[in-house]
Structure formats: structure tokens, C-alpha cells
């Protein structure tokens, strides 16, 4: 009897044993957390954050960006510092000749007393030093397009950065070479200054070529000797004015009229003055368009001569 006791007890341990152990294979499997995953959270979602090589990237823009507003302050006060001392330098020169504008003219001229050398010398030191603080900015412009070409690595607020920052120097260089060309003008170095003048017209867009940098350009072409490149310049001018107003700067017909004729284009030049004539209201054609209308008459009366030179011969003669 107590034997068949032992059994049924051992009998009850080992089903309470099987079913505990089933519970425990059924039941799910337990987070680090110790909680389990509840089946209407859906599937885990995917980290948010930046790749570390973005990050990377980003903080090397800010890195640089920092370090060239940083130069670019340093050269802004350099320049300042050397406008002063040009200034001075300027001052000096205009002192050593009896009329700073007629300077130009005597050096073109070829005089060459030892007052007017040294006036010639102090400028061309004048623009070797601005050349020098413009190759300094230069420098920087370099790093900025380099950046600029890996502007889609950088962020919104970043490329607004890049973007002032080209803008700001592009500037500088601009004012530079207009300083740099004007001591070339003083010293009587128009090819010089054409130079740089041309390279700021290469460097804008079209519609920021100003009439002003066009006429530089225009008078500095002529004083070179490039007549037809001259009359471009002039006709770009007049193409950009309005057709209503086109004509009605009488000073730049007589301009681009001269232009023609020192050509050897009469028939152009003849057409430019008919133009500008025409503009002028017909109570103010004989004081206004007076030198016009004397311009008109010379060269009727030359391309008059030059017709009747071509005619052939009539028959029996």
C-alpha cells in the first residue's frame, strides 16, 4: 500500500513537471530589458541619424568656412592699412608735378624730366602693392571654388555661407583691378590697363557690364590702336539702350561716328550721324545737330567723290 503512495506522488510530480515545462517553451522570448516585444508595435524602426561620414564633412565645411572669414578679416584690414599708405604715397607723387592731370599727357607725350620719373614710379609701386594684397584674395577665391564644386556635401545654411563668402572676395577683386588699371592710365600704359579692364568684363555676366566699363574699355581700345574693337564696345552700348532712346546721346554718335571714319567706313559713319540727327526735335536740329549736320556734309561731299570716281566711262569719251 505504501508503495502504490510513492508511485501516484512521483506519477503527479512528473505531469506538474511536463506541463510547467510547456509553459515555458510556449511563452515568448524575454528582451535584454526583460520586457517582451508586443506584437502591435510592428517591425523595429531604422536609426535616424547622420552616418559619421556626413557628420565628418559637414564639420570640415564649418572648419573651413571659419578659417577663410577669418583670412578674409586679417586681408581686409591689411588693405585698409595699405590704403592709407597709398594714399600717402599719392600725395607724394602729385607733388613732384606741376598738374597731376595733365601727367598722363606728358608721360604719353614721352617726357621724361626727373620729377615726372619718380611721380611715374611711386604710382607703378602703388599698383605692384595693390597687385600684391589681390593675390592674397586670389588665394582665397581658389579654396572657395574648390568648396564650391563640393557644395552637395554641404547644407543649406553652409552653401548660403559658400555663396557670400564667393561673392564678398569676387568683389574685393573687382575693386582691385579697377584701382590696379587706373595708375596704368596715369602712367601712360593703356595696354596694361585694357588688360585688366578687359578681365573684369570677361568676368561678369552680361547684364552686369556697365556703360561706364564699356566706354573705359571702348576709349582704352582706341588709344591701343583697336579701332574695330572700339566700335563693338560702342555699338554694345547702343544696343542696350531702348530703341525710343537710343539716339539721343548725341556726344556718343559723334563718338562712334568718328570711330567709322577713322575706319575708313564713311557710309557707317554717314549712317550713325543720320541717326543721331533724326533724334534731335526739328527746332534744335540747326543749334543741337550743328555739328552733326557739319559732320553729315563733309562726308557726302568725300563719298560724293568717291561715286563719281567709280563710274565708268561714258561711250564716245
Known amino acids: 500500500m505504501r508503495a502504490l503512495s510513492v508511485l501516484f506522488a512521483a506519477t503527479i510530480v512528473f505531469s506538474l513537471t511536463c506541463i510547467w515545462s510547456g509553459a515555458g517553451l510556449a511563452a515568448p522570448a524575454a528582451k535584454p ?23 565628418t564633412a559637414a564639420e570640415k565645411i564649418d572648419k573651413q568656412l571659419n578659417a577663410v572669414s577669418e583670412r578674409l578679416s586679417d586681408l581686409m584690414s591689411e588693405e585698409m592699412n595699405l590704403t592709407m599708405d597709398i594714399m600717402k604715397m599719392q600725395t607724394r607723387a602729385n607733388e613732384l ?36 594684397i589681390d593675390a592674397k584674395y586670389l588665394a582665397l577665391l581658389k579654396i572657395m571654388k574648390a568648396m564650391e564644386r563640393d557644395r552637395e556635401h554641404a547644407a543649406a ?25 587706373s ?11 585694357l588688360q585688366l579692364y578687359a578681365e573684369i568684363y570677361q568676368s561678369l555676366p552680361e547684364n552686369k557690364r556697365d556703360k561706364t566699363l564699356k566706354e573705359k574699355i571702348a576709349a582704352l581700345s582706341e588709344k591701343c590702336g583697336s579701332i574695330k574693337d572700339a566700335i ?9 539702350i531702348p530703341e525710343k532712346e537710343r539716339y539721343k546721346d548725341r556726344a556718343m554718335g559723334e563718338k562712334l561716328g568718328g570711330l567709322y571714319e577713322k575706319a575708313g567706313d ?26 552733326l549736320k557739319e559732320k553729315i556734309a563733309n562726308i557726302e561731299k568725300k563719298v560724293g567723290k568717291t561715286d563719281m570716281t567709280r563710274q565708268p566711262p561714258k561711250k564716245g569719251k
Open 183 to 193: 595708375f596704368f592710365e596715369k602712367v601712360a600704359d593703356p595696354k596694361t590697363a
Open 157 to 181: 545654411e553652409q552653401q548660403a555661407r559658400i555663396d557670400e563668402t564667393i561673392n564678398r572676395i569676387q568683389l574685393k577683386h573687382k575693386a582691385n583691378l579697377e584701382k590696379i588699371a
Open 33 to 55: 530589458g526583460g520586457k517582451a516585444d508586443d506584437p502591435s508595435a510592428g517591425p523595429p524602426k531604422e536609426p535616424t541619424t547622420k552616418s559619421k561620414g556626413d557628420e
Open 266 to 291: 564713311l557710309r557707317a559713319a554717314l549712317a550713325v550721324y543720320k541717326a543721331f540727327l533724326e533724334a534731335v526735335p526739328p527746332d534744335k536740329k540747326d543749334t543741337d545737330g550743328k555739328n
Open 232 to 240: 563693338a564696345m560702342y555699338k554694345s552700348i547702343l544696343e542696350a
Open 97 to 132: 608735378v606741376e598738374s597731376p592731370d595733365k601727367a598722363t599727357e606728358e608721360l604719353t607725350k614721352g617726357a621724361g624730366n626727373p620729377k615726372l620719373r619718380e611721380y611715374k614710379q611711386i604710382l607703378l609701386l602703388c599698383a605692384q602693392k595693390l597687385q600684391g
